[in-house]
Structures are given as structure tokens and as C-alpha cells.
């Protein structure tokens, strides 16, 4: 048997492994994996994009920031998670420019109902006319404040388990408490998308004055443990969590 063994996964964050297990991260489609063939092949045979969601993915790209902007081949896989369990409420903590919270309003029916978690008020500016041109800017309920005021606000307001879908995608280092939050806020059987996970790699054997990589490398660590929940952590994007409350 050869020694040295190649493997391609081809999806999102595709890995390529050579020899004793060294690898290669790709990444999102419009960032580190722009130039991968496989990944772009995926992504001009799979995308189906509302013309709204391409304009804003093109004004997206002219911030210099827009590494931040999910991945739309990841974005267009949670949405229709969001069509296969009849998703109407959903949570996004970390807006950013829209484009997730956007996809996800356009995946519900007209009594859909997006709570979007924004602290920058330029990205609340940019998303918001993209919105309405989509016409579903009844259906994005843009909150411009911390993330876990907002999320203790619909739990003051009692709406815990009435959530069917949340994204975490925000500041890593308050992941675990949105984590927490968004498990009181899910309904049974509801599902919690959480980005980032793999954090380009660097949650494997992170260095110990990385507190970010350390951070997720624990969060990873619970929840592969947490019995209140059942799992899938998958190579898109980033690196993308799926935790479904038990």
C-alpha cells in the first residue's frame, strides 16, 4: 500500500490531506476558496441565488471587511434547513450586512419572522434597503444593540422555546452564552447553526495565547458532550455546527 495517501472533501471548507495528515484549509467561496476549482464548481452548480441577495452579495464585497459575510453556499444550505422543518422564527446573532438574515427571510412564508442581532449601525444601513427591495422588511425585526441584551429581552418577553432556527455568527468570545441563550429560546427538535467552528484550523491543538481558537476549541469540546442536544459539526464555510435540541 503507497505511503502516501491524498484525500479531497470536496465541500465548503474542503480539506486536503498529503502524507503524515498536514492540511490545507480552502474556506468560503468568496474569500480563501475563490480561486478552488472544486469549491467554485460546487458553487456554479448548486447556488441558486435570489437576484436581491446577489445585489447585496456584490455590495457586500466592496466592504473591506466582507471576509466576515457567510458563506453563500453555506447560506443557501441553512436556508433550506429552514424550509425543511417549516421554520417561521428565527434568530440571527451577528447581521453583519444582511446577507444570512436576508436568506432565511425569503426561505419563510409571508408570517415569517427574523430577529436580527446588529451593533453596527453601517452595516444595519447597508442591509436595510435590500430588505425592502426583497420586500420582506416586515419580516427582519433588525435589533441595534449587544446580542445578549436583545436575547434576554425575548426571554424577559416570554418567548422562550419559540424559536425554531438561531445562527450564531457574532463576537467569538461570547459564543458560549449565546449558545446558552439561544438553547432556552430553540424549541424542541428546533436547530442552533453555530459559524466558525474550525476558525481556519487553528481550534486543533490551539496555541495558548490564541484565546479566540481556544475559546471555540472548548466550546467543540462541550457541546460534543451536551446530552441536550444532537450534533453535526461539518467542513462548510468556516467550519458550521448544527446542534437540534433534543
Not at 471587511?65 to 451577528?94: D, H, S, Y
Not at 416570554?158 to 429560546?185: C, H, P, R, W
Request: net charge neutral; glycine share 8%.
Amino acid at each position: 500500500m503507497a505511503a502516501d495517501i491524498k484525500v479531497l472533501f470536496c465541500v465548503g471548507l474542503a480539506v486536503v490531506l498529503t502524507g503524515a495528515g498536514q492540511s490545507a484549509l480552502i474556506g468560503k467561496s468568496h474569500a480563501a476558496g475563490k480561486d478552488d476549482v472544486v469549491l467554485q464548481y460546487v458553487v456554479n452548480n448548486s447556488l441558486r441565488e435570489h437576484p436581491v441577495l446577489t445585489k447585496l452579495r456584490l455590495r457586500t464585497l466592496e466592504d473591506q471587511r466582507n471576509v466576515m459575510m457567510v458563506a453563500i453556499e453555506q447560506a443557501q444550505f441553512m436556508a433550506n434547513l429552514v424550509r425543511l422543518i417549516n421554520a417561521t422564527r428565527a434568530i440571527e446573532i451577528g447581521m453583519y450586512t444582511g446577507y444570512n438574515a436576508l436568506s432565511m427571510a425569503l426561505a419563510m412564508p409571508d408570517s415569517g419572522h427574523v430577529v436580527a442581532c446588529e451593533i453596527e449601525e453601517t452595516y444595519v444601513n447597508i442591509a436595510k434597503p435590500f430588505f425592502k427591495g426583497a420586500g420582506v422588511e416586515n419580516r427582519i425585526d433588525v435589533r441595534q444593540e449587544a446580542a445578549m441584551k436583545t436575547l434576554n429581552e425575548l426571554i424577559a418577553a416570554g418567548q422562550t422555546g419559540t424559536y425554531d432556527f438561531v445562527f450564531i455568527d457574532a463576537d467569538k468570545s461570547n459564543y458560549d452564552g449565546y449558545y446558552e441563550k439561544s438553547m432556552e429560546l430553540v424549541r424542541k427538535g428546533g436547530i442552533i447553526a453555530i459559524d466558525n467552528v474550525l476558525w481556519s484550523g487553528k481550534v486543533v491543538n490551539p496555541a495558548s495565547d490564541d484565546a479566540t481558537s481556544r475559546t471555540l476549541d472548548a466550546l467543540n469540546k462541550k457541546l460534543h458532550k451536551d446530552q441536550r442536544i444532537e450534533l453535526s459539526m461539518l467542513t462548510i464555510g468556516d467550519g458550521l455546527t448544527l446542534a437540534f435540541k433534543r
